[in-house]
């Protein structure tokens, strides 16, 4: 069996729900029907807010905190097939909460194990991300990477940057976080053309490079440790690389 | 001539670029609404330079211009070379706009001394008065101290300060006076300890403060370093002691002639033993004496600590205490961790290790898993030191590799 739900967090606790009362055991769910397909039956989970909210409350009140983060971060790694290990962390949660800590679980351990690498990322780029300063002042920034990271980040630069707005760009899902007059918000980005940058700019970057490039030591130059700390995914938008 | 603002991030920042530290970390969360900047208890790193090194704060010196003559710094006073300095609103002004754009985590501020030690601090002083005053900024900010200055403005930069510090650079007295006669032991530590004072006088946690060691210039053993490191942590004096591979950059008759590459292995091993130091609980005095002074380049110092005490050796994983499980050569803070959380539920076996992604590639030799062991390797320095290195099958054959035994592809 195969179950199709709609890729948000809300609709997976609908299809948590169906799977619960309807005794339902899927092989696979996907975010997309998948194309002609004689052998399984495919059943679509259709969000429903009655049953989501009832799952909601039920984690709250079943799961410890930091388990509850795990889920919702899952919905962060968008590339990544979770949902099979994320139904069976949800049951095995239901059942027994303390088994959670279990990592000799296989889908406990991998679930662990993506959150991790997507907080890394996060990690990575609270250091790696650069802003770009508009005209009106507002500093600018893309991102890309493989998991949605405009929300954390977000969040991690709202205090940092409390007295600045500032928008934090994600090209390739087409979502930027924008902080503006102390409200900061998700928001959807239908169409953007590249933005003009403020004169200081170029100076400020610059004075950047150059400091890249002298800070140093020839004697001991390590590009391959180099390119192990900040692998290439990561250097899109960094500008001290792409001056090189 | 008047130099341009390029020119001067050139020169200040080539001056700067031998000092170690860049560490970021330590300090707790502190934004403050409607202000700019926050410090991250990690410590973020914000890119990584062409030798790898991490960069996290902007590292500029105020000044090259220097009074002073060590024979181990590029800026003596009798070193001919380019010689700037940053005003500070200049030297503020780049803080802020590199912070805003996301290049950095703060400042490292350090200067050679112009005119006098006093009027040196005083310059330094200006930078961060600006930064934290007129720029409400909160973000990290490392201060070199320069030693001989007076107690009040010493006072004055630990207020304003994330981290200070102040660089031993040679680890006996005996060296310090043939390399940098202008400079003692207790002329270098006399900042920190001041700085330690003043800031236990206002809170219970002192001000965190490092120092700079530089490794291979001078004939002191690993043992003599790592004990310094020891008695500097141990008097709550330290947080950090960075080691810096001495890389030759004056023509001294006093300094080792020009050697083609820095002791980088040597540095480390250092690191490592002094991660042991601070981390896992071990005594300088385990790890080296005054018989075998010297760290092997060969092997981490864990794994020389227990092939000399193998008689603690092998430990079960099942049983063992946290204390027990990161002394296990190959196993480090998050194993033990990894295997105190799994063992709660179910007895171990070397396969539940594996998928649990602990490394056990130096570790096996050391433990037994309910009873099961590796039968290969006897239990001895020797036949552990040869199983331990010579390359292990991981090596990937070449597909026109040619098997000098079998003589099959």
Redesign the interface.
Known sequence: MILVYDGTFEGFLTLVHEVYYKKYVPHAITKEVPHANLVDTIVEIHYDALQSQKVFQGLKKGFDKKHVDLILHMFLCDHEDFELDLLAYIQLGFKNKKELYNINHPSVFYLQNLQKELLRHYHKYSGFLRFEELEDGTPYAKVKSKFSLVYLLGRHFAKRLNNQNFIIHDVERALACVKAEGDIDIKEVSSYEAPQVSQNEEKFQKLWQTFFQVIAIETRENKALQRQLVPLVYRTYMNEFSAL | MKKD??AK??IL??S???DVSCSSSGSE?N????????T?N?G?????????????L???LLTNYCIYDCAYCINRASNDIPRAAFSPRELAD?TI??Y????I?GLFLSSGIIESENRTTEMMLRVLEILRFEY?FN?YIHVKLIPGSDAVLIDKVVRLASRVSSNIELPSDASLKLLAPNKTKEKVLQPLKLARDLSLERTEKPIGMSTQLIVGATPESDFDILKLSSVLYDKALLKRVYYS?Y?PVNDDKNLPALVN??P?LREHRLYQADWLLRFYGFGYDELLSQERPHLDEALDPKTIWAMQNLHLFPVEINTASKEELIRIPGIGIRGAH?IL??R???RLTFE?LS???ISLKRARYFITCHREFQKEVPLYEETLRRALTTPQKGYMPNLFDVSGITGEL
């Open positions: 603002i390029y991030m050139q920042s080539d700067a670029k031998y969360n934004y403050k609404t409607g202000e700019l900047g926050a991250h990690s973020i790193c914000h890119t990584f330079s062409a030798d790898g090194r991490c960069i996290s902007l590292k500029v780049i706009n590199f805003k754009r996301n290049y985590e409400k973000g591979a890389i590459k820095p980088l990894k959380s799994a709660r539920f179910q539940d998928k649990l992604k």
